[in-house]
């Protein structure tokens, strides 16, 4: 570094012991495995329902992935209150607002699937209260591994057939170039027009 003015001239120590103060995780990958690991085999990864919505900016707003959690509107409109929804495996996020009604009816008609076809086991063996499973349901009862109700995804495959003589002779190119010069020559084609019409209109001397 050049000396600058009438300032101190540098001296940085650059040979300091700094492996003293430093710390790394060599291990970090395998020990996420085995917390992993012993999640599965404890049982505690639990799976909760998720919304359907839809993804962020027009690039993907077409596409559809699986959200935090319900709006409560969402779970009240689903005949639920917010802690007994939380408390039978269904991700709430108080903070997600509906922005259109679409949406809204997808996730209640999602809310009210999955309480159809939910089995509430009685509470500490006791008798079954109203919304809980008798004896038999309990019996019939499966347990779900994996994501709750994925996202079924639509493949579109298109059919083969034979182009028309029609579609042989269609120029995109050309249809593509003419579109836009009438989108650029609109303003200039109807100054023309409404000029023609004025000397058609105007009296003849």
Known sequence: MPHFRNNVIPNVHFHKDWQRYIKTWFDQPMRKKRRARARAEKGDELQRLRPVVSCPTMRYNMKKRLGRG?????????????????SIGISVDPRRKNKSVESMQRNVKRLKSYRGKLILFPRKGRKPCKGEASKEEIKMAVKVKGPIMPI???TLRPTIRKPSEKEKKFKAYQVVRMARAKERLVGVRAK???EAAESLDAPKK
């Open 70 to 86: 319900f709006s409560v509107d969402e779970v009240r409109a689903a005949g639920m209150k917010v802690g007994f929804a939380r």
């Open 152 to 154: 079924k995804k639509k």
């Open 192 to 194: 023309k027009a409404k």
